[in-house]
Structure formats: C-alpha cells, structure tokens
C-alpha cells in the first residue's frame, strides 16, 4: 500500500512542478500590473510541491490503511486541480494575447482606413475648393464677355471689400468668400437687355424696375447649385440698405449680414470713383463724404464706412483687373455697343458712341489733332409744321445719308487713308468727328458738306448751320464735345 500512495504522491508533485513551470513562462504573458499577483501564487504552489514531497518522506511501517492511501489520493486530486487550473488559466491568457493582437491589428488597420478615409475627404474638398474656384472664374469671364465695365467694377469692389475685410481681421476663408461673392456679384446683369445695360444716361422708372432684378437672377443662378451661401447672400442682397430703401427684398437693420454691407459700401465707392465713357470719375475725398451722407443717413454702415475711409489712402494702390476675355471679344464688344448705339430703321449712330469709342482708345485723338463739326437745324420745329412731321424727317434723313456718303468717302477713300472720319446723329442735328492729316483736307472736306447743306436748302428751303471747331491731340474728347455744343462760336 505504501508503494501505491508514494505512487500518487510523486505524480502529484510531478503534476504540481508542471504547474509552477506553466505559471512561471505564462507570466511573462501577463500584463505588469498582474504579475505583481501572480507571482504569490507561484511561491504557495512552490511550498505545496515541498509539502508533497515531505508527505512522501512521512510514508513507511506505521502508516495506516485506508488513511496513507486516501491521504495520496488527496494530494494527487490536488495536484491535478491546480495542473487543470493553470493550463485552463494559461489557455485563457492566450486567447486573451492572441484577442488583444487581433484587436490592435483591426485598431491598426481601422485607424489606417480613417486616415485614408480622411485624406479622400480633403481630397475631395480641396478638388471642390478648386472647382468652385474655376467656376466663379469662368462665370466672372462670361460676365466679362457680356460687359467689360461690370467686370472692371467687379474686380475692383472685390479688391476694396478685401482691403475693408483684411482690416475688420476676418478670416482668410471669409476673405476668400468675399472675394468670390464681389467677382460675381453682378452676374445677373446677364439678363439685363442692352437698353437697359448700356443705357449712358439716367434711368427712368421702367429701366430702374428692370435693373433691379439683377440681385434675384444672380441669385437663383447660385442658390442651388453652390453650398456656400455666403456668396448666395452678397449677389442677392449687396443692393439692400439699412434703412430698408434697397432692393430687391427691402431689408433692414440686421437682416443685412456683414457681407452684404462691406460690399455695398465697396460698390457704392466704386461706382462714384470709376469713369465710364458717359461720367468723369469723382474725387476720393467727395466719394467719402457721399458715403458718409448715406451712413448718417442710415443707408450704409458707419463702422464699415469709417473703415473705408482709413483705408482709402491705400484704394488708389489697387491695380487694374487683367484682361480676362480674348482678343477677338474687344471686336465683338465694340460691334456690340455700335449696335446699340445704332438708331433703329436709320445707318445713324447717337452722337454718345463717340464717347465710347474714345473711351476704349479706338480714336487717334490723342496723337493726331481732330476736328468737330456741327450741322445745326435751328428752324426744325416751325418746318416739320409747315411740311408735315413724315415729311420732315424724311427730308432730315435725306440730308443725313448725303452726309454719310461723304464721310464714307473720306474715312475710307484710298486718296485720303487713313484718315478718319465719322458721322453721329445727336436729335435733330449731326455731329461729326474728323483726324484729317492735312488741313487742306478739312478745307475740302467742309466744302462737301456745305453743297449739301446749299442743296436741301435750295430744294427745300430748310436752313442748316454749319459749325466746326479744332482741336490740339491729346485735348479731352468730352471737353471739345462739350465746348462745341455749349459755345459752337460762328457758324461757317
């Protein structure tokens, strides 16, 4: 019996050092703040094993059957529970390092697939940055190709709005969305016919309530198809005035975001400063005090105001816009605007082309000296009574298209290329612009026209007066202008 209980024991220390071994390697498994734990189970399962093996010293003659046996019996289910116990624990442990390996892979890869995630998305938002960008550009050059002035203004309320925003500190994305909003805010001018677009004096009530819808089709051109609606607010409401006098919505006070008063500050500056064929440029000191009238009055926003006019000093730094459009639009605009200024059902043009012509640098006026003639009916009125009012025009038109003709062949005849000669109808008179190469050629040139002026006079008994003043090159087309219709001196 003695045999078989030292049996029993040796197999439970056998099983028991297995344990303390499996314990030891699984503890370099365990994280640091549980193997400060684990080891005093280590040194009770060590002085277990030395308890077995003292157990195994103790068996000899005076042990009793069944106790020596079932004493054996005991230390050996021990020994196989706590074997069982460290293996289950130690197959645990490695399901746990393999789960949390697997877990830090996915986290690895998880955060991997944020990170790519992430870089698509700002991928994709500098691509539509980008787009956005192209698009506003490509609107702003069709706004170019529609109206060359509307573009020049545009860029250059962007560049003061810019100035009024930098100094209000906002930030760069604010000032990016200015900028966008100022080159197309505008854009609904598209829509606007030329009668009204090109109209050079002021607008009567009809041409002001067409105007006024420019706001609304810029508007709806973005309001759907751009998320920013910063730039959705500048084109709609850049019109509207504080004190609810603006248009199209009527808005007051707070209803106007901060946007829309920088540039309606930046647009009504530029719009006072800007020369146009039809208006010299104003003052920068009169512009200021005119905005100040407008923000005492409630209209504009003093702080923006008084913005502007600390930086006012800088404005006049703002270079030209560059030329977006092609070559060949400068040959349409002009085709463009001599149409307009095309009097219907007649080859006359109104007498306010001129300016635009001079205005886009297509005379020779300020190289060569030029001559203004003025073919004056005084006594218009009392024959278009006396003839009848279908009569009369006629016969006005008459004298028009002789005049025409010489003017055709002196700008375009090969004996006196390329000398320029132009004829305009200002009501019931005409007016006409000559850069002759030689004053005997005026002298030639004013004979022609006088033995027309004898023909309707003689045929009709319509009397004409015929005036012409010269002018130096470089003199101011709008100065001649003015000084022939004011003082046209003594008739020739």
């Known amino acids: 019996m003695t045999t078989i209980s030292a049996f029993f024991i040796i197999a439970g220390i056998i099983l028991l050092a297995a344990s303390i071994a499996l314990g030891r390697k699984m503890t370099r498994s365990l994280p640091d703040e549980l193997q400060s734990r684990w080891h005093p189970l280590l040194w009770l399962m060590a002085l277990f094993l030395c308890g077995y093996a003292g157990s195994l010293a103790l068996l000899g003659d005076q042990a009793f059957f069944p106790q020596e046996i ?62 956005q960008h192209d698009i506003l550009e490509i609107v702003a050059e069709m706004l170019a190709n529609r109206d060359q002035y509307t573009f020049e203004h545009a860029a ?87 004190d ?31 020369r146009r064929p039809y208006k010299h440029s104003m003052p920068q000191d009169r512009a200021l005090a005119i905005l100040e009238q407008e923000a005492t009055a409630g209209q504009l926003d003093q702080d923006i105001v008084n913005v502007l006019k600390k930086i006012a000093g800088r404005i006049p730094e703002v270079t030209p816009p560059r030329q977006v459009t092609a070559g060949f639009m400068k040959d349409i605009e002009v085709f463009r605007r001599k149409t307009y200024f095309r009097e219907p059902l007649t080859d006359f043009y109104n007498y306010r082309y001129l300016y635009f012509l001079d205005d886009a640098k297509l005379l020779r006026n300020n190289a060569l000296n030029y001559d203004l003639f003025l073919v004056d009916v005084p006594a218009f009125e009392k024959f278009q009574r006396k003839t009848g009012h279908v009569v009369a025009d006629q016969i006005l038109d008459e004298l028009g298209h002789k005049l025409l003709q010489s003017v055709s062949e002196w700008g375009n005849g090969s004996s006196h290329a390329p000398e320029t000669v132009m004829l305009f109808r200002k009501g019931k008179d005409y007016l006409l612009y000559g850069e002759f190469l030689d004053r005997a050629h005026v002298d030639g040139f004013m004979r022609q026209i006088n033995a027309h002026l004898e023909e309707v006079k003689k045929e009709w008994r319509l009397a004409t007066t015929f005036y012409n003043h010269h002018f130096p090159a470089g003199f101011p087309l709008d100065k001649a202008l003015a000084s022939l219709f004011d003082h046209p001196s003594s008739p020739l």
Do not use: W
């Open 70 to 131: 079932l004493s054996s019996l005991i230390l050996f289910g021990g020994s196989i529970f706590v074997f069982l116990v460290i293996t289950f624990t130690g197959r645990t442990i490695a399901g746990i390092k393999q789960s949390r390996e697997q877990l830090r892979e996915n986290n690895a890869l998880l955060a991997e697939e944020v990170r790519n995630r992430r870089a698509a998305e700002e991928k994709i938002r500098r691509q539509s940055e980008v787009m």
């Open 156 to 242: 250059q309320v962007a560049e003061i709005a810019g100035l009024i925003g930098r100094e209000l500190e906002l930030s760069d994305d604010d000032l990016k969305a200015i900028r966008f909003g100022c080159l197309v805010h505008d854009i609904g001018k598209t829509a606007i016919p030329d009668d009204v677009l090109l109209k050079p004096g002021n607008f009567d009530p009809r041409d002001r309530f067409i105007m006024q819808y420019h706001p609304l089709v810029g508007a709806k051109l973005f309001a759907r198809h751009l998320q920013d609606d910063r730039i959705t607010n500048i084109i709609l409401n850049h019109h509207e005035r504080l």
């Open 244 to 274: 609810g006098s603006g248009y199209p919505a009527g808005l007051k006070g707070d209803e106007i975001d901060l946007f829309a008063r920088i540039i309606a500050v930046a647009d009504t500056y530029d719009s006072l400063v800007s």
